[in-house]
């Protein structure tokens, strides 16, 4: 970290996590911090499911939850942004305190349950930045109290399908009570038939991917590849947050009910990766997700099976240059290697990885 991001990361630690996260949203919509110039290299460009990313970096769902400041993230040399989750009605969310630093571990566990002001404003935003160049997903799901969750789900894809580079249907977050109980078999069938007939009758047809939960069997990963490759969904982003503790330092914190993302994700999100990669195949897109902080952890994710990779809780810790600092030392690692393409490098640790148990 530069001297500059020492002092942010004090400044904002200072602060109440939820409340600092509200003042750097507030500082990306004043221009501030910037990013330097992109890293642009040809060898970080692939073609996912017909989008031509300028690199495999995407800022995950649940930072920019209402659609703010996607640009502002891109310009940070993202090569894409993910907005949301994004719920019809707006929501409150859970009882504060819901976010939690476990510093030492360089990990946060959060239970906000999909706190966002729903799908009127998240569209607008959208659409007045329509025409403009760069890659930005919506993350969809469904409200706490909701008679009818899947359609939900269908409102969503109808509501931003004109507006999004792609979606993602999120039935992984352990925050609101019953919404991982979709990912079994006949629910998650119910869903993706009804969301992929919501979306051949849109305006548009993104891509549509589906996130799951780290926390889960072999025989929960097999059916839920099963449903996606027979109802051919488009990819699947791996992993949310998990429910597990694995081997906390921050002892004081660990209790804290909620989903745990940063270090301690990586090992577990890369096996379920790896896993799921095995499982459906080599050509169904895959997006990683868990522990991503450095170019090391993002070209791993890449090895184990993943086409894209997203970090979140990474850039909390590591400051605003993050994204730049993993895209130039993915660039200096090809050239190091000498290899033509990012193609080249996915499933070189699909074996190793997917041979872990869970």
Known sequence: MSVLDRLGQRFLFA???EAAHGLSIAALKCGLPTGGRPVRDD????????????????????YDKNAEVPDALLGLGFGFAEIGTITPLPQAGNPKPRIFRL???????????????????????LAARKGR????????????????????????????????????????????PGLRNMQAREQLGELLSRVMAARAAAAAQPPIFLKIAPDLVEAELE????????????????????IARPRLRSADLAGETGGLSGKPLFERSTI???KMRKL?????????????????????????????????????????????????G???????????????????????WASKPL
């Open 15 to 17: 602060f109440d996590p």
């Open 43 to 62: 060898w970080l460009k692939v073609s996912v499911c017909g989008i031509d990313f300028p690199n495999p970096l995407g800022m995950a769902a649940g």
């Open 103 to 125: 510093t030492s571990d360089e990990a946060v566990i959060n239970r906000l349950g999909f706190n966002n002001e729903g799908h009127a404003a998240a569209e607008q935003r």
């Open 133 to 176: 160049a760069g890659i930005v997903g919506v993350n969809i799901g469904a409200n706490k109290d909701s008679t009818d969750r899947v359609g939900d789900y269908e409102r969503g894809v109808a509501r931003f399908a004109p507006h999004a580079s792609y979606l993602t249907v999120n039935i992984s977050s352990p925050n609101t």
């Open 223 to 242: 059916d839920i590849a099963a449903e996606v490759t027979e109802k051919a969904i488009d990819g699947v982003i791996v992993s949310n947050t998990t």
């Open 272 to 274: 379920v990766l790896a």
């Open 280 to 328: 459906l195949g080599p050509d169904p897109a895959i997006i990683g997700v868990g522990g991503v902080d450095s170019a090391e952890t993002a070209l791993e994710k890449i090895r184990a099976g993943a086409d894209l990779v997203q970090l979140y809780t990474g850039m909390i810790y590591a400051g605003p240059a993050l994204p730049g600092r993993i895209v130039a």
């Open 330 to 352: 993915m660039v200096r690692f090809a050239d190091m290697q000498r290899l033509k393409s990012l193609r080249e490098l996915r499933d070189t640790s699909l074996e190793r």
